[in-house]
């Protein structure tokens, strides 16, 4: 099993920035993928920005420029830095991995439970 605890969400005025973290934990064997999405109320759940298991980066047109995703591959852990916040990014936000456990035989796919970031105009 594999349980993902993020952490870094809250209140914040529009154009500050926040930062959010995301531990992953358990039978891990290797990464396919680390990244967020986010749910607002009466939304679906939407691509923030993920991270690959090559490296290769995808953000959603609606944060590029202003969030920046990274991995921390000695700890398990993936952040996500939120700036120029705007009232739209108001959201419950989860974290996801695509994890391949010590149990095998394929990745499968985690999610954290999320934290909700309330931007203020």
């Known amino acids: 099993q594999v349980q993902l605890v993020e952490s870094g969400g809250g209140f914040v005025q529009a154009g500050g920035s926040l930062r959010l973290s995301c531990a992953a934990s358990?039978?891990?064997?290797?990464?396919?993928?680390m990244g967020w999405y986010r749910q607002a109320p009466g939304k679906q759940r939407d691509l923030v920005a993920a991270?690959?298991?090559?490296?290769?980066?995808n953000y959603a047109d609606s944060v590029k420029g202003r969030f920046t995703i990274s991995i921390d591959n000695a700890k398990n852990t993936v952040s996500l830095q939120m700036s120029s916040l705007k009232p739209e990014d108001t959201a419950v936000y989860y974290c996801?991995?695509?994890?391949?456990?010590?149990?095998?035989?394929?990745?499968?796919?985690?999610w954290g439970k999320g934290t909700l970031v309330t931007v203020s105009s």
């Open positions: 996801n991995a695509i994890v391949l456990t010590t149990s095998g035989p394929l990745p499968m796919d985690y």
């Open positions: 991270i690959t298991g090559s490296g290769i980066i």
């Open positions: 358990g039978s891990i064997f290797s990464f396919d993928g």
